[in-house]
DNA sequence: CGGGCCATGTAACGGGTTACATGATTAC
DNA sequence: GTAATCATGTAACCCGTTACATGGCCCG
């Protein structure tokens, strides 16, 4: 569902490949959805079909041969559709696999529990510093940088962000009182 | 697979029905995963069929008849090893579909944006609202108080609490800055 | 007699993941 | 020559959602 319409939204930005879309979603759009490569062009297959967008080949020289897909006006209609309907009762909740290992982590010796506690706080870690350039990479996608469609990236970047050192830092704070168990 | 292993753990608690299961999610693990009933049936008879618990039925007078499921060895031996299995490189992403249309809230009148803003951070507060009492309701589950278990039951808690805390605070803020433009 | 709690399911669908599969071009 | 980047897909599977379906008991 959500896939759908992010590819429909960064299409209705310009016309874009399945390549393109693939990188959007690598650097902006990792911090609140992950998509794998090949379940985008599963999807821009089907929105093909539905008539929201329309593909081209374009011949390329110097590098492989792409098609690039512009939306149509049916699917900008269903795209700001989707955009209008608003939060949702649903928007709060949220799934860690994560978060069930720890709620079940009493079976486990303490030793382990901090050892899966510190690799998480690490890939954390690791994600807040391999993305400490979003401002840049946010600017990279869509044409018009003089409207407020920055600001929003932003917004959701600066989510994605704060979740993560929130992560980290509920962690630390476990690992800590873990070792200060007698 | 984590919603097997979810009730795989529940049960290696002790004895329970699909309606107890039910229950469990609804109140102490609601903060990190959201199962529906239907779901939840269709799993134990996955897990009986897998041999990793077992059923039996209860006759009752006063209340409707129930199935009782117990953890078999070979059930908790597949337990143990899914919980042995750490944080993994994955445990970092998440998905939120409120924050794709945010991203794309370019699109919509600040106003729409502001409403849909204040929807979602009016949805955090009702949770955080509906569920300031889960240090009660999280001992009620499972046999053994006197041991480590708790401590984890709270810490998810704590985890899923501060992340709305987290969501309703962005919300708050995205909004004042929205409402300063000119 | 209606609402709430207890209690258990089936069928169809859809969204997403995993694994597999290929190949051109550029820069070092 | 080999690694990185550009570029596009298929097939099988599975987890989860939605909608549907039922029914007893208790309390006010």
Chains 1, 2 share one sequence.
Not at 51 to 73: H, S
């Amino acid at each position: 569902m959500s896939l759908e319409y992010g590819i429909l939204g960064l299409i209705n930005y310009g016309k874009m490949s399945g390549y393109d879309i693939s990188k959007a979603f690598d650097s902006s759009l990792k911090f609140f959805w992950h998509a794998q490569t090949s379940h985008i062009y599963l999807e821009l297959k089907k929105l093909e079909k539905k008539g929201y967008i329309t593909g081209t080949l374009v011949q390329q020289n110097d590098r492989p041969n792409k098609k690039l897909f512009g939306i149509t006006d049916e699917g900008r209609k269903a795209f700001m559709e989707w955009l209008a309907q608003g939060a949702g009762a649903e928007s709060v909740q949220f799934k860690s696999a994560f978060m069930m290992r720890v709620f079940f982590a009493g079976n486990l010796s303490p030793e382990q529990t901090v050892g899966m506690l510190k690799e998480f706080r690490q890939n954390c870690v690791d994600f807040l510093n391999k993305t400490s350039e979003i401002p840049e990479s946010i600017n990279h996608y869509g044409a018009n940088k003089e409207t407020i469609h920055p600001f929003y990236w932003q917004m959701t970047a600066e989510f994605g962000y704060g979740i993560v050192r929130y992560c980290a830092d509920w962690a630390e704070s476990c690992i800590k009182r873990l070792e200060g168990l007698p």
